[in-house]
């Protein structure tokens, strides 16, 4: 694969993290401040992953190397880190919300 096809299916797929974590943060705005509390710190952790994430393609773009192994091992492995911070931050939410949440 081609660093420049890889990007762009990485581009796309952080534009869904991004639309993913507006609707993580909506959830847990409507928490109550005790677990509202405990989210925001997945949250801020989820933030940071896809900023990351977002900086090694960007990298990886401009400097266009031959040997992007371990870049695409760290951003696999980032991706890994925030499907499973998501889901738990999503089990928490269902569990600490009074009433259901939809979505």
């Not at 801020?44 to 896809?50: T, V």
Request: net charge neutral; glycine share 6%.
């Amino acid at each position: 694969m081609d660093v420049k096809d890889y990007c762009s299916g990485l581009e796309m797929e952080m534009t869904a993290w991004k639309a993913k974590l507006y609707d993580l943060t909506r959830k847990v705005d409507r928490l109550g401040t005790k677990e509202k509390e405990k989210a925001l710190a997945n949250v801020q952790d989820l933030h940071i992953l896809l900023t990351e994430m977002s900086a090694r393609v960007e990298q990886l773009k401009t400097e266009c190397p031959s040997d992007w192994g371990t870049d695409k091992k760290k951003i696999e492995k980032a991706g890994i880190d925030m499907r499973s911070k998501f889901e738990s931050t999503m089990d928490f939410i269902g569990s600490a919300a009074p009433v259901s949440i939809p979505g």
